[in-house]
């Protein structure tokens, strides 16, 4: 069965960001790995949530069609994915016809049961956030995000009785410690559902025009986040799959949207009769001078196709995951990782691909045959740095599970430290001054091996990268597949490129 994993759908109220490109590389990382490790496929989703009242403001502020203005918006994000190497199975809009549709008969089923009544709620709105805010999650009477004032906002609305499902959130919680991670996040919302009743989440607005009519009730137009959180769903029908298939479904979403991944979204699925997802994997801010990356603050604005064609794709995202864990913020420090690219991707990798290839060539025409080295009588040395690699391979394996990436990349550099370490200990450069012929077959043959192995484990985090030293080792990279042991195969090159060239440092 197929596994699918989600990143947000995001708003089209501006030009995509660092931070949205930071979620789209995981997922990114997670489907590559899939492929690699399962014999199954995984399909990626992503989308825009086109609509509300942000998205109108922002074309009022524009002065342009809204049309026009949501169709810019959403092909810039149609065409960031692929420019940052991640391939998007299902890209879903908010504005499409089969959404709509389905919106409106998921509204109709609740209202039919009696989790959704037509009411009237008074509440601390934050325009920015398209929502209520409780006095307790206000800082110094602002919205928690935004820092801005909330307004008094009373309006009839339609209510949905979150309280209802409370009890089967809790059990749900309690039976799924591991639902979310990082896992504290499932304990603090398991704490949050026992603190006591939940109030009716108000699920419709009065004077917002653009969005989804309630049916038969045209003055109201349908809460912006019930439509978004079932976008996941139009986007599992769109490739004609079932509900069910959100039992192998991860959301991967910043931690600015957890309440209304953890909360409404399931409470909302247990009220429709659906299964409940797979996962949710929480992500950190990344910040810039400590300000977080927001459409909202446009001084933070990198735009993730500007820094990767400077550091490329591989770089960029191999940086992020290197530089914190996903759970953490972090300040995006270009300088920073561009020395992380030059030392890890350049130097640790590259160079040492190089290097060595070079001398296969050079030495023994393109070719090491491996029944000329017995394997028994390898050096301890070359055993130590197999086994080292080994190691480090097994390790991988479980950050990439356990979504550690930025453990997956620490294990992968210090395999290569051994590796350069046994390379320029066993200097077979000097095979004409004194290194015997047979004792330089030994390290490059051991050297293209071990690249082979960590290319291949490497490939989820830096596929174009890997792809090309992995062609220049005569591997068919579209068959490519996990690989624990280091198994000394024969090696046959033709060329020794530099795969990644040094990047210069901000001024
Ligand atoms: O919230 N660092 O859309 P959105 C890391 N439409 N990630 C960041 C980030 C940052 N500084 N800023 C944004 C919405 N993100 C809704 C989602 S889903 C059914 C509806 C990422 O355009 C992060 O994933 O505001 C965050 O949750 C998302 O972008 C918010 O994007």
């Not at 995000?145 to 009890?167: A, G, M, N, W």
């Not at 797979?278 to 990356?293: A, E, R, S, Y």
């Not at 691909?353 to 028994?376: A, M, Y």
């Not at 490497?458 to 996990?482: C, F, K, M, N, R």
């Amino acid at each position: 069965m197929t596994n699918i994993v989600t990143t947000p759908i995001f708003y089209v109220n501006g030009a995509p960001h660092l931070g949205h490109a930071y979620s789209g590389y995981l997922a990114g990382v997670y489907k590559r790995f899939h492929a690699l490790v399962y014999d199954e496929s995984c399909l990626l989703i992503s989308g825009t949530d086109e609509h509300g009242q942000k998205i109108l403001e922002s074309v009022v502020r524009s002065k342009t069609d809204i049309n026009q203005f949501i169709k810019d918006k959403v092909q810039a994000f149609k065409t960031l994915w692929p420019e940052l190497g991640v391939q998007t199975d299902i890209f879903v809009r908010t504005t499409e016809e089969q959404h709509h549709d389905l919106i409106q008969s998921v509204w109709n089923k609740l209202v039919e049961k009696g989790d959704i009544y037509l009411g009237y709620y008074q509440g601390l709105y934050c325009l920015g956030c398209e929502q209520y805010y409780t006095n307790y999650e206000l800082q110094d009477n602002c919205c928690p995000i935004h820092k801005t004032p909330v307004e008094i906002k009373s309006e009839e609305t339609y209510l949905f009785r979150l309280d209802t499902y409370r009890k089967q959130l809790i059990a749900f919680y309690q039976h799924s410690p591991d639902f979310i991670t990082p896992s504290h996040y499932s304990q603090a919302i398991l704490d949050y559902l026992k603190q006591g009743p939940l109030e009716d989440l108000s699920v419709s607005r009065v004077n917002v025009s653009w969005g989804i009519k309630v049916p038969d009730h045209q003055e109201h137009t349908i809460y912006v986040w019930i439509d978004a959180l079932f976008s996941y769903l139009t986007a599992l029908k769109k490739a004609g799959y079932d509900p069910s298939v959100l039992t192998k479904t991860t959301h991967i979403i910043g931690k600015d949207i957890l309440k209304f991944h953890a909360i409404y979204w399931p409470a909302l699925l247990l009220a429709a009769n659906l299964p409940l997802p797979k996962k949710l994997l929480v992500h950190g801010w990344w910040t810039i001078n400590g300000q977080k990356i927001s459409k909202s603050n446009p001084e933070t604005l990198i735009s993730p196709n500007d820094l990767s064609d400077k550091l490329t794709s591989d770089g960029l995202r191999y940086a992020l995951f290197r530089q914190k864990k996903i759970a953490r913020d972090g300040n995006i420090i270009i300088n920073e990782l561009i020395e992380v690219i030059n030392a890890d991707l350049v130097n640790n990798f590259a160079n040492l691909v190089k290097r060595n290839h070079t001398i296969i060539l050079k030495c023994f025409l393109g070719s090491i045959d491996s029944k000329f080295i017995d394997q028994s009588t390898l050096s301890n040395l070359s055993k130590l740095t197999i086994k080292h690699c080994e190691q480090a391979v097994k390790e991988i394996f479980y950050f990439y599970k356990t979504f550690n990436f930025y453990q997956a990349t620490l294990s992968w550099k210090e395999a290569l430290d051994h590796c350069n370490g046994y390379f320029h200990q066993r200097t077979p450069w000097k095979i004409n001054k004194g290194k015997s012929n047979i004792s330089v077959q030994e390290t490059c043959l051991v050297i293209s091996n071990l690249v082979r192995l960590l290319a291949i484990v490497a490939y989820p985090l830096i596929p174009s990268l890997t792809s090309q030293v992995l062609q220049e080792l005569g591997e068919d990279i579209t068959t490519l597949q996990w690989q624990s042991a280091c198994d000394l195969r024969s090696i046959t090159i033709k060329e020794a490129h530099s795969h990644f060239k040094r990047l210069a440092k901000e001024q």
